[in-house]
């Protein structure tokens, strides 16, 4: 599967983005998905999961209540609503994906094989 990120950019801080992650290639609904971020100097880090059927999702502590993650299916595209922006959110967000089960959630690195490009956010104070 092929993954195409979009939607970063700049915003001010208590601003809100939404990313999308498009989908190619395979049939996406097979797939569990995530996002993950990646600061200068840091290691890229959990964001949020979502399953296959959308039914269950997980956050990093960092961005509990402040960002929700969903996915349409029939759309093939997850996306990533990031509200009440804080400048320590500044990094560039990844999505991935990787075959799963219905019910699987995964919230590692180690545990996507398959990564979008990457969209730039970036929050000024």
């Known amino acids: 599967v092929q993954l195409q990120a979009s939607g970063g950019g700049l915003v001010q801080a208590g601003g809100s983005l939404r990313l999308s992650c498009a989908a190619s290639g395979r049939t996406f609904s097979n797939y569990a998905a995530g996002w993950f971020r990646q600061a200068p100097g840091k290691e890229r880090e959990f964001v949020g999961a979502?399953?296959?059927?959308?039914?269950?999702?997980d956050y990093a502590d960092s961005v509990k209540g402040r960002f929700t993650i969903s996915r349409d299916n029939a759309k093939n595209t997850v996306y990533l609503q990031m509200n009440s922006l804080k400048p320590e959110d500044t990094a560039v967000y990844y999505c991935a994906a990787h075959p799963s089960g219905a019910w699987t959630l995964l919230v590692g690195v180690d545990d996507y094989d398959y990564w979008g490009q990457g969209t730039q956010v970036t929050v000024s104070s």
């Open positions: 979502i399953n296959r059927i959308a039914y269950s999702t």
